[in-house]
């Protein structure tokens, strides 16, 4: 069974500087997909980065970066120019491709909250 | 942007009753989901849905709860006979059917409340 792990409840950061979250992940499979997902106060949950297992390049999307080391099954997330709007629950996610199609379930993470201080 | 709609936002209902929450994914997915988060708890899968029947679902997923897709385009999930421990954000997403993976679309979640 695949697992994911955050090991920080919470974090702050200064408005416009950087923050990095962290996260691991256990799994015996080669093929799979990491994700970051948002959720702000309103509670929905918006897909903010994605990196699939077999792409050696991290993903980037804006200000939003990751660094994944697949050896060391690490995932961390960083935040460039921290928005006042970049304050919510972080959640890393895991799912494993298979070639069945879409329907595998994606593992989550606990969550690490972020709060940007202005 | 394509969006994935949930009604009602938020549901209070007694113990023991019935509850119905819609979604409706965003048209050409098909691949459906409902995940729950129990207040400040981690996202927990509750069970997929392809083709018409339940592709995976979790030990969560007992016989208290059922999914349908009565018309093409809503997405229901019921809970029979509801408990106190069913008091959770219910999330409904869904997911494309070509090759790779681009991750869920998420609807904005229905707050269940148990009294």
């Given amino acids: 069974a695949q697992t994911v792990t955050q090991s920080q409840p919470e974090m702050s950061v200064q408005e416009a500087e950087t923050v990095t979250l962290s996260c691991t992940y256990d799994t015996s499979e080669s093929n799979y997909y990491l994700f970051w997902y948002k959720q702000p106060p309103s509670r929905q949950m918006i897909l903010v980065i994605r990196q699939e297992a077999y792409k050696q390049q991290n993903a980037t999307e804006n200000r939003f970066s990751v660094n994944f080391q697949k050896a060391a099954k690490s995932f961390s997330l960083k935040i460039s120019d921290s928005q006042l709007g970049d304050t919510a629950m972080y959640f890393c996610a895991f799912k494993h491709w298979g070639s069945s199609g879409g329907y595998q379930k994606v593992t989550f993470g606990i969550g690490t909250k972020l709060q940007v201080i202005p | 942007e394509p969006e994935v709609t949930q ?109």
């Fill in chain 2, 7 to 115: 009604t009602p936002s938020h549901q209070v209902t007694q113990m023991g009753q019935e509850v119905i929450l819609r979604c409706v994914p965003i048209s050409n997915h098909l691949y459906f989901y409902w995940y729950r988060q129990i207040l400040g708890q981690k996202v927990e899968f509750l069970v997929s849905f392809y083709n018409n029947e339940i592709s995976e679902k979790s030990e969560i997923f007992d016989d208290q709860f059922s999914v349908e897709r009565p018309d093409g385009s809503n997405f229901t999930l019921k809970i029979r006979s509801t408990k106190l421990e069913d008091s959770a954000m219910y999330f409904c997403a869904s997911s494309e059917a070509e090759e790779g993976d681009y991750g869920y679309t998420f609807g904005s979640g229905t707050r269940l409340t148990v009294v």
